[in-house]
């Protein structure tokens, strides 16, 4: 009898056994490791949550260790779970972000890790952490604190930007933008330092800015910030430099000639003065001073009537610090376009051609647009954009001013000279210029810091560039440009960074 081979049976892998073997998945924020407490969250659905996060890139460790950047806790009982926390021995704790579940949730929502908020923080609760904690949940970004016109430490940032404004003349960044920040930082607070300890958890103060806050504290006043203001250098540089058209080096330039003062200036033959320095000179008693809210309103007025008789379309906006609800500027800015594309080109050479009409265009330096869609995205950011711009001196009549021009005691002129800067961009551009311009200037360098930095993005006053997903992100007003960036927005009067 014939026997046929014996062909042994292979047994098929099961569907289920496939989906049992562990996946190695890909690892997409390599600076931010999770740790899940399973206190109060229970063994299986911390199991679930762990592997969700891993699914969309995130690393999730399995044991709490000074690795973790993250702690996610269900826990509402704050008391016990920071003083479970404070059992594990764990050395960088007040690095820590201790969050509630939901900074989790809208993480795994926005498929990357959401800026961290006051909603999402659990604070340890107990009396001597209180300051601490404080200090601790203060954010290193200007675009993440709210920061209003209330300072209640005065005393500390005069004395910074004094030293943050010496380094600046001088043409030193670092120091300068270290004691920019620390500034900063302090006029956010809700409360007043009053020891050393109160700053020591605090980001962006360095040993410097530390040992200038001590010496405040224990003397009342900064020796180093008092050497500063007695300096000839110091006083002469600050002297021409606020004169319109003059910077750090022009300055400097003059000071070592032996220059020390505007009528030896003026008097040098050899010095050329441009137009910009020209009028700067001549109108300097009246743009030196500051402009008020009410003459910003009248400006506004005036630049509004004009914008619309070329194009009843238009669009006005005021931006800088009359925006962000200062009381007082050195200038008043202006943002002008039209819904026409390519019609922003023209409008700022229109709008001067009836200024000049009224009789009230004192100066003009135009500079036309230079902005190119195909050369964005931008990789190094550049202090000014490439927008059509105007910077402008205007003659502003007292009878256009509600309570009256803010004039010199025993000025009878009825007339006022006050700087104005207009920029026109094109509409679909709009908004990030809106977002450029209202400033601050610290808030607008944390912003871009922060998309960088935290988003892998690109943010200039001309777009907003995702680098991970390779594309331009859209935008039509500020709110949605902090949306893209996953940041809880800030109204433009909580930006005084």
Known sequence: ??????????????????????????????????YLVERKMGRSRRSFLTQLARSKGFIVEDVLSDVVTHVVSEDVHTSSLWMWLKKCDLKNLSDMNVL???????????????????????????????TTTAAASVSQYACQRRTTMENNNKSFTDAFEVLAESYELNEIEGPCLAFRRAASVLKSLPWAVRSLGDARDLPCLGEHSKAVIEEILQYGRSFEVERILSDERYQTLKLFTSVFGVGPKTADKWYRRGLRSFSEA???????????????????????????????GALRNIIDEVIHAITPDAVLALTGGFSRGKEFGH?????????????????????????????ILLFSDYQASTFDQSKLPCH????????????????????????????????????????????SPPMDRYAFAQLGWTGSRQFERDLRRFARTERNMLLDNHALFDKTKKEF??????????????????????RNA
């Open 1 to 34: 009898m014939f026997l046929s081979p014996v062909v042994p049976r292979v047994r098929k892998r099961s569907r289920a056994a496939e989906v049992c073997v562990p996946r190695r998945e890909e690892v997409k924020f390599e600076d931010v490791r999770l």
């Open 100 to 130: 509630d579940i939901s900074w989790f949730t809208d993480s795994m929502r926005e498929g990357r890790p959401a800026a961290v908020e006051n909603r999402h923080l659990i604070q340890d609760t107990s009396p001597e952490a209180s």
């Open 266 to 296: 003026l008097a040098d033959s050899s010095i050329q003065l441009n137009r910009m320095q020209q009028s700067g000179f001549l109108h300097y008693g009246d743009i030196s001073r500051a402009v008020s809210k009410a003459e910003a």
């Open 331 to 359: 200038d008043v800015d202006f943002i002008v376009t039209t819904p026409e594309p390519g019609q922003e080109k023209t409008l700022i050479p229109r709008i001067l051609k009836r200024l000049t009409k009224q009789g």
């Open 380 to 423: 190094r950011f550049e202090a000014m954009d490439h927008f059509a711009k105007c910077f402008l001196i205007l003659r502003l009549e007292g009878s256009q001013v509600e309570g009256g021009l803010n004039m010199a005691e025993g000025d009878s002129r009825g007339w006022r000279a006050v700087r104005v800067d207009l920029v």
């Open 473 to 494: 992100l859209a935008a039509t007003t500020e709110k949605e440009i902090f949306a893209h960036l996953g940041l809880e927005y800030i109204e433009p009067w909580q």
